[in-house]
């Protein structure tokens, strides 16, 4: 049957299962918009580019699916860098489409052309120029093959204007024939063995559970593991929501803004079980210092994390979910063996003592300044069961810390990058694929500016979420920094609380705008946003510019010089002094 | 610092040297030379990277290289296991007496004289990197024109060739893992 190389792209998106892509059209991609009106695909009309990213990463966080991009060629493309390495950086399994200008006139500066599988290359896991329609449909197959398998990440297809005008005949690969692409997925059998003999031998045992554990499914057999083998759990920014946040065994969040009994117990851990972490900086802290007692069981799909930051004991490669099955069925049979669990009564003590010693906390004065934490909770308390989404800066680590998260994708950030301008946008997506769930996007008042226009998508394709800015006026992070290393010297961080009028802004957008300005109007400006179901809300929570995030480690410091609050700081009055991001 | 010589087995696709390069590139590491050509395999081909090796280790390098998915193989060649080859062509003034002592030394360096002008020789060297530096540095005294060299390429001892070697990733640390498979 004769197609053209539009249609075969519709098929093969068709074939791979894709039920909604998020893009915009332009002139080289012109051709694949025709076969679109006869496709089962559902196109949302986003209205930037980087929008169109944001939202497939959202949908793919929230489905476990891959997210699809579409754009056309050269700013189309390049406005999807971010989204790309952003994709990259948290191992999002995305693809995107772009057009390009016909091949006779490629590398002739044509209009709109950019070099996009250049530009891309160092942002995807890999990235493909189809030169001929033929090879379309295998090229395809293969950039969702690569993008949902062994380590999760971005692909892109770049797509020649003539190549989709090419008439062909449709073929639709039996598999892919990639040579060069065999993750390891199997954990092997005896490095299990000799991991689980150190569990059982530890006694003071933590499980450092990162986002693989979430991209892997395997947050069933982590409850598994961790309750049978009474090992408690941190939970990292990326792996929020794969242990209940409620369970005695969780420690929360470890890191430069994590709890303290999360980031004091890896400290002075003899046993640190990664799974599907990679020892990040923003983890680790100071490295020399970080966990300086503890052996290291090291699981990652991806041989490259192992070992990279910190020396392993027992490495194990391979799926995440398949290493725990089998760690969990192994530490079982040998405590069985043994006769139960090891004594591990003084540091499982210990470790609900710091819970209960050291929380999360704030103060939220009656009579105000509303506190964004306190518009967080009571957000929390009134919608439980949403899906969360932030952007990037202090929002962000509030919403982290004071959201209990109980269930796997129901936090969605950006973690790696750090995009500024990554909620609405992912909010939209995560609606899009989870249209019988609530989606929140708690954001900074910086970062909505960013993509807020994204809005207008959602109103226009009844994508309805809610939007919460945690509207402090600044940069609140930026702030943060200048308040804390740069002697208070603030410095292009302000942004005011009123332009723009974000309830107004809302409104122009079609959807709802509220604002809360003081904390008894937070619990019904709640009740009233989450009343509208059939529009998104924008909820403009007008807070303390002044609040900090805590508890810290300053970039660069030991964990073990953790900061719980203002009255732990030591003044910085030397901006050379500052620590090194 | 020392000198590593890799050998990676890829597909011939577009971008791929691009890829590979900028691999090194993106994490810091000198490539000192980069020789790429055919194989006996329709549609593979084989790069021979002299890499700069400072503090950090290789392993790390050699591991996001496997993780590219048109590189079928990587071999890391240990000093001595290997037989390693450089083709370098060279112009140097020779006039009159000169000339004579030029050619005396391509005699006893077996090299080979493609061109001759009434003011240079240019001279075909095959050898080992360490023969070539040994012949440059006698060829300076004339004065050399211009250089070209291939940059190293190498085959490891032994009956097994590049493919039917394992393709074994180590990982450091006691409890360390070697695993078959590649590509993330």
């Known amino acids: 049957m004769k197609v053209t190389g539009a249609q075969a792209l519709f098929r093969s998106l068709e074939g791979e299962g894709v039920d909604i892509v998020f893009g915009i059209p332009g002139g080289a991609i012109l051709p694949a918009y025709d076969p679109l009106l006869d496709s089962k695909v559902r196109h949302v009309l986003c209205r930037h580019e980087q929008g169109a990213g944001h939202a497939a990463e959202g949908y793919a966080w929230a489905t476990g699916k891959v997210g699809v991009a579409i754009a056309t060629s050269g700013p189309g493309g390049c406005n999807l860098v971010t989204p790309l390495a952003d994709a990259k950086m948290d191992s999002v399994p995305m693809v995107a489409i772009t057009g390009q200008v016909p091949t006779p006139v490629v590398g002739n500066d044509a209009f709109q052309e950019a070099d996009i599988t250049g530009i891309t290359l160092p942002v995807t896991k890999h990235n493909f120029l189809v030169k001929d329609a033929n090879d379309l449909a295998q090229t395809i197959r293969a950039a969702f093959h690569i993008a949902s398998t062994g380590r999760p990440g971005p692909v892109l297809v770049d797509i020649p204007k003539d190549v989709q005008l090419q008439e062909i005949t449709w073929e639709w690969p039996d598999g892919v024939d990639l040579p060069g692409y065999r993750p390891t997925t199997k954990g092997n059998l005896k490095q299990v063995r000799t991991a689980a003999k150190m569990i059982l031998e530890a006694k003071r045992p933590v499980l450092y559970v990162g986002g693989g554990v979430i991209k892997a499914n395997a947050a069933r057999e982590l409850h598994k593991l961790a309750v049978d083998g009474r090992l408690p759990v941190v939970t990292t920014l990326m792996a929020r929501g794969a242990f209940p946040d409620d369970h005695e065994l969780a420690l929360g969040m470890p890191g430069m803004h994590g709890a303290y009994p999360a980031v004091t117990a890896m400290q002075k851990a003899d046993l640190l079980v990664a799974l599907g972490a990679r020892f990040d900086d923003r983890v680790t802290g100071q490295l020399s210092s970080f966990a300086p007692e503890a052996k290291v069981i090291h699981v990652d799909i991806d041989p490259a994390e192992i070992g990279k930051n910190r020396a392993v004991d027992v490495p194990i490669v391979g799926d995440v979910r398949d290493v725990i099955s089998k760690l969990h069925a192994e530490l079982k049979r040998r405590q069985d063996e043994a006769g139960g669990v090891p004594e591990r009564g003084p540091w499982l003590k210990t470790l609900k003592a710091w819970k209960k010693d050291f929380p999360y906390r704030y103060e939220q004065p009656a009579d105000g300044p509303l506190k964004p934490q306190f518009a967080i909770e009571r957000l929390y308390e009134h919608a439980s069961d949403a899906i969360v989404v932030s952007g990037v800066g202090q929002h962000q680590m509030w919403a982290s810390q004071f959201w209990r998260f109980s269930e796997p994708r129901t936090w969605i950030n950006s973690g790696g990058l750090g995009t500024m301008g990554f909620a609405v946008p992912a909010a939209l997506g995560a609606a899009a694929g989870k249209p019988d769930r609530r989606v929140i996007a708690i954001d900074g008042d910086g970062c909505f500016q960013m993509t807020a226009q994204e809005l207008a998508t959602s109103s226009t394709e009844h994508i309805p979420f809610i939007t919460a800015i945690i509207n402090n006026a600044h940069l609140g992070m930026v702030r943060q920094w200048q308040e804390l290393f740069y002697g208070e010297r603030y410095s292009q961080v302000y942004l005011s609380h009123d332009v723009p009028d974000y309830a107004k802004l809302a409104e122009a957008y079609g959807c709802v705008g509220l604002r809360a300005e003081h904390p008894d109007e937070v619990d019904a400006v709640i009740e009233k946003a989450l009343s509208v179901t059939d529009r998104s809300v924008v909820i403009d929570f007008r807070c303390d510019p002044r609040e900090m995030v805590f508890p810290m480690v300053p970039a660069g410091a030991s964990n073990d010089d953790i900061i719980l609050g203002p009255e732990g700081l030591r003044p910085v009055n030397d901006p050379a002094e500052a620590p090194v991001a | ?184």
């Open chain 2, 1 to 184: 610092m020392s000198l590593h010589t890799i050998s990676v087995l890829v597909e011939d696709k577009p971008g791929v040297l691009t890829r590979v390069a900028g691999l090194f590139a993106a994490r810091g590491f000198n490539i000192d030379s980069l020789a790429v050509g055919p194989t006996s395999d329709d549609g593979l081909s084989r790069m021979t990277i002299v890499v700069q090796v400072e503090n950090k280790p290789l392993e790390q390098i050699t591991k996001q290289l496997n993780k590219l998915v048109n590189v079928l193989k990587i071999l890391e060649h240990e000093p001595g296991e290997a037989v390693e080859r450089e083709l370098m062509l060279v112009k140097v003034r020779g006039e009159g007496e000169a000339r004579a002592r030029v050619l005396e030394i391509c005699d006893v360096f077996r090299v080979r004289v493609l061109d001759v002008t009434h003011n240079t020789l240019t001279i075909e060297a095959t050898g080992t990197p360490e023969k070539l530096e040994a012949l440059l540095a006698l060829l300076r005294d004339f004065g050399i024109v211009e250089l070209s060299r291939t940059g190293r390429i190498a085959l490891a001892r032994g009956d097994a060739g590049i493919k039917e070697r394992g393709r074994r990733i180590r990982v450091v640390g006691p409890g360390a893992e070697e695993w078959t498979g590649g590509g993330v």
